[in-house]
């Protein structure tokens, strides 16, 4: 009966909402912006599923509801970006560019990288990808003969890693035009990249958004082409 | 009513992006044809942006929140990276900073050209 209670739909979705609003409530009290809400949430996710001995694809499965929301969201980016179309218009050379730079070095960093320590090749082709929004990472990975649940987690960790250092490294790496911020968080770190970004500014959130969807444009095409070339 | 009414609009965007998604083999997902759609149909002024702009707002202010459920697949994934997770995560970490860096760059670089050649390269803030 209890495991019954806890298995349903209403409460499962219950623990991401509450989990995700205490992240915000910890990250606004503690005035600390790289305490991205999703590292504090998702460690609680882990522990009560751990805890409660509740299926991860149950969990997965009851929370389709929210998941479902990113497809609307990535489709309301488009009044992000039609509130900056001028600054966007602007900038198309630099947007363009980086995201033709980034989709390149996005596959030859991690192929090298592999190779260099020595992974199974399951893993480079897997991750070729992983900068790029998840529905185009799995729709990259999976005719080149990637694994999809290790692109799906990768893509998900370099988005979480994107999110939470991204603005304090390119801070550091002397990246102080909004552009170019905006640019650096959606090329890298797709929606998640996105999400940190638009609270960084609406100037970057806008522009995170384009080169998410750029970004996988030209990944879609580039990737199989480097990966041929740099076939061993 | 309102924001049923801005809802309505996005969705529409977004099933008019997947049905083209489906014609084009899936190359581009829905959600982001859906995006350049909307942005389209707005420059158009087909839509006006006051009508999608609270739905819009409260979708995008929240997105972390929308990626949350789909991250607990690291638990079931987990067995197949163990074996060479260290790697696994070298790799992930630092390809992100090389593209981050590299995209970053690419648009200072870009910015700093256009400014040598003399013309205005300020951006509407």
Redesign the interface.
């Known amino acids: 009966m209890f495991s019954e209670i806890i298995n349903s739909v209403p409460f499962l979705l219950l623990l ?2 509450g ?2 609003i205490f992240g915000v409530w910890v990250r606004t009290r503690s005035h600390i912006a790289m305490l ?3 590292l504090i ?2 460690p609680i ?2 522990a009560v ?2 805890v409660f001995d509740i299926e ?2 149950h ?2 499965e009851s ?2 509801l ?2 479902f ?19 966007i218009v ?2 198309l ?3 363009a ?3 033709v ?2 989709s390149v ?2 596959v030859v ?2 192929v090298l ?2 190779r260099w ?4 090749a399951l ?1 480079e082709v897997s ?1 070729a990808a ?2 790029v ?4 990472a799995l ?1 990259i990975s999976q005719p080149l003969g990637g ?1 999809a ?2 692109t ?3 893509v ?8 939470i250092v ?1 603005p304090s ?2 801070r550091l ?1 002397g ?1 102080r ?5 905006g ?3 959606g ?3 797709h ?2 990249g ?3 970004a ?1 609270e960084e ?1 609406a ?1 970057q ?1 806008a522009v995170s ?1 384009l ?3 750029l970004m ?2 030209a990944t ?1 095409v580039v990737a199989p082409l480097l990966m041929q070339w740099l076939a061993r | 009513m309102k924001v049923i009414h801005g ?1 309505c609009i ?2 529409a ?2 099933a008019l ?1 997947e049905a083209l998604s489906i014609l084009i083999g ?7 044809l ?6 389209a149909a ?2 158009l002024r087909w839509v006006s ?1 006051e009508s ?2 609270e ?2 707002h409260f ?3 929240n ?15 987990w067995g ?2 163990s074996v ?1 997770w260290l ?25 700093l050209m ?1 400014r040598m050649m003399g013309r205005k390269g300020d ?3």
Do not use: Q
């Not at chain 1, 320590?117 to 199974?120: E, T, V």
């Not at chain 1, 929004?133 to 185009?136: A, E, N, Q």
């Not at chain 1, 998900?156 to 999110?163: D, R, S, T, Y």
């Open positions: 991401t909402l989990a995700y991205n809400p999703m949430a998702i996710i882990i599923l751990l991860p694809s969990y997965i929370n389709r929210i998941t929301m990113l497809g609307p969201c990535v489709v309301a980016l488009g009044l992000t970006l039609y509130d900056h179309r001028v600054m602007r900038n050379a630099a947007i560019t980086a995201v730079v980034g070095v996005g960093s991690v990288m592999c320590l020595n992974l199974d893993f991750m992983k900068s929004t998840l529905p185009i729709d694994n649940a290790i799906a987690v990768s998900a960790v370099c988005g979480l890693f994107g999110g991204g490294l390119l790496l990246i035009n909004p552009v170019a911020v640019a650096a968080m090329s890298a770190s929606g998640i996105t999400a940190r638009i500014g100037v959130g958004g080169c998410m969807g996988g444009v879609a | 809802f996005i969705m965007f977004y992006g899936h190359f581009v997902p829905g959600s982001v859906g995006m350049v759609l909307l942005f707005l420059c942006p999608i702009r739905v819009a979708l995008t202010s997105m972390i929140l929308l990626f949350i459920p789909t991250f607990m697949g690291i638990i079931d994934t197949l990276i060479s790697g696994w995560l070298a790799v992930v970490l630092l390809t992100t900073v090389a593209v981050m860096a590299a995209t970053g760059y690419s648009v200072e670089f870009v910015e256009r951006i509407d803030c």
